[in-house]
């Protein structure tokens, strides 16, 4: 997804799963084989994991439809899925990152850093400027930045 209508539907999405009592975790926009999806991570605040069940999902879903039906920011058929983020949850913010510290999180970045486009270690700081990751024995300092997507690496 462009990071422009990623940037639009976070705007738009967000507040309202606030407003619910959520948590946005994460939001995708993929194709498939039956056309387009939109799926929402979603999450109780403040959780050490998450507690989102069906119900959960279903008034998150019918808040965002109708939401999405009056803005109509994407321009093609989709399928709106709403789920928990399950044990390897998505990492996007600063709390969720400060949530799992000391935890192994994996990284995949906006083109390279460092000459890598992953990695895969435990996270040992979180800061103003990025995150420390402890990997192959070293000590990485990663900006915001550069950071494309982040999960936790489930025990």
Request: charged share 30%; proline share 5%; aromatic share 6%.
């Amino acid at each position: 997804m462009a990071q422009a209508q990623y940037e639009s539907l976070l705007r738009l999405i967000e507040p309202e799963v606030r407003a619910l009592g959520y948590d946005l975790l994460e939001i995708e926009l993929g194709l498939t084989r039956q056309g387009g999806v939109v799926r929402l991570y979603i999450d109780r605040p403040g959780e050490g994991s998450s507690t989102v069940g069906l119900n959960d999902c279903e008034a998150v879903s019918r808040a965002v439809t109708g939401l999405l039906d009056v803005a109509d920011p994407i321009r093609h058929a989709y399928r709106l899925e709403v789920s928990s983020p399950g044990p390897d949850r998505p990492l996007r913010r600063r709390e969720d990152f400060d949530r799992v510290l000391g935890q192994k999180v994996r990284l995949r970045f906006d083109g390279l850093w460092e000459g890598r486009a992953r990695l895969r270690g435990r996270l040992v700081a979180v800061g103003e400027e990025g995150i420390e990751i402890e990997a192959e024995e070293v000590l990485f300092r990663v900006p915001w930045k550069s950071i494309g997507k982040a999960r936790l690496v489930p025990k």
